[in-house]
């Protein structure tokens, strides 16, 4: 009597691992390319950090939190206001005392949708605003995720012209 050992459902599961395997990692660098380029996500909600960050550190968790940066926006009648290497003050409700340093370091070229969820009342829905990268000083003990609120700070070092990307 022969035995016969069917190996097909070990390829089905080695292509299968691989597939998962090169998903989480193409996954994981659109993730981190979204904090760099903003604008990358097509203005659709779906691809937005903050809807892909967490569907994604659950598969595969990776990155470098020794710097962090805030994603915030400002609304539309703000906006001449902002300007690469301005200062901003950071407020977290999970540090109330406390406030975070930190600088803009680049603002979107264009305006858009609101893609943050207010705390609180809620904004027209035809308020367009403009996304603002902020680099935090030091090492913050804030957390990936938390919600804050930034506060720019009106200052003649803040460079002359409107950031680009």
Request: proline fraction near 6%.
């Amino acid at each position: 009597m022969t035995t016969h050992y069917e190996d097909r459902i070990v390829t089905a599961f080695t292509y299968c691992s691989v597939f998962w395997a090169l998903l989480g990692m193409i996954a994981g660098v659109y993730v981190a390319a979204e904090l760099v380029w903003p604008t990358i996500d097509f203005g659709l909600p779906e691809l937005s950090f903050g809807r892909l960050r967490t569907a994604h550190t659950t598969l595969v968790l990776f990155g470098d939190v020794s710097s962090l940066r805030v994603r915030a926006e400002v609304e539309e009648r703000d906006v001449t206001k902002i300007r690469v290497g301005q200062r901003v003050v950071v407020r977290a409700d999970g540090f109330p005392d406390k406030d975070f340093e930190g600088v803009v370091t680049q603002v979107a070229p264009a305006l858009g949708s609101p893609r943050i969820t207010t705390r609180g009342p809620r904004r027209p829905n035809d308020v367009e605003v403009l996304e603002v990268l902020i680099g935090l000083d030091g090492t913050p003990p804030l957390l990936t995720g938390m919600r804050v609120d930034a506060f720019f700070r009106h200052e003649a070092s803040a460079s002359a012209q409107p950031a680009t990307k």
